[in-house]
């Protein structure tokens, strides 16, 4: 179990197969076995299954972008990178850049603001990383629309045949004032 404390908010991270007793925390536990509840995130997660094909993970190169034109701006590709653990964007869809007010592509998770080593974001995606399989958590939302209230973020891994994790897939919902979800 990880846990990390995220503007005085401690937020709990099960590894893949751990129990955890909070696991109706909202705020940033990973749910491992039980379904995101937004349309969007659950699309994009059995676009991920669809493309394991019986293994462990799909790779990048698994990924079509005319397979899910309609799901492109609310996803996030992210390289992993190790030694020490940093991951940066490869890509950010239009939605989520719109909501968030700036787009981070390019930019490595360690040097953003948001996204620095005790953020929410870090911990969940190297949650992800390491556990080698996919989830889903409630992120605080670090954007400046004020009529965003949260994010709710699937993550999945990419990786080769050898099983290492090379890429993040995100999907990503916001959650409105007016509790209607914006996607992408």
């Not at 197969?17 to 696991?23: I, K, L, M, P, Y």
């Not at 899910?68 to 890509?91: E, K």
């Not at 409105?176 to 992408?184: F, S, V």
């Given at each position: ?91 950010v869809g239009t939605g989520i ?66 099983g290492l994790v090379n890429m993040?897939?995100?999907g990503v919902e916001f959650e ?9």
């Open positions: 179990m990880d846990r990390v404390e995220v503007r005085g908010q401690v937020i709990t991270f099960a590894k893949s197969g751990e129990d955890d007793a909070d696991s109706g925390h909202r705020g940033g536990l990973v749910h491992w076995s039980e379904p995101p509840p937004g349309a969007v995130l659950r699309e994009v997660l059995a676009y991920w299954r669809r493309q394991c094909d019986s293994r462990a993970m799909p790779s990048r190169q698994d990924l079509d972008p005319l397979d899910i034109p309609n799901l492109l701006g609310g996803i996030m590709l992210a390289d992993v990178m190790q030694n020490p653990l940093d991951f940066r964007y490869r890509l850049a719109e909501r968030l007010a700036h787009d981070d592509t390019g930019a490595r998770f360690s040097l953003l603001a948001a996204h620095e080593r005790s953020s929410a974001m870090f911990a969940f995606a190297s949650a992800i990383a390491r556990g080698k399989a996919p989830g889903w958590a409630d992120i605080p939302y670090f954007g400046t629309n004020p009529s965003v209230l949260g994010m709710r973020i699937v993550g999945m891994p990419l990786g080769e045949k050898d993040l897939l995100f409105a004032l007016a509790a209607t979800p914006i996607t992408g």
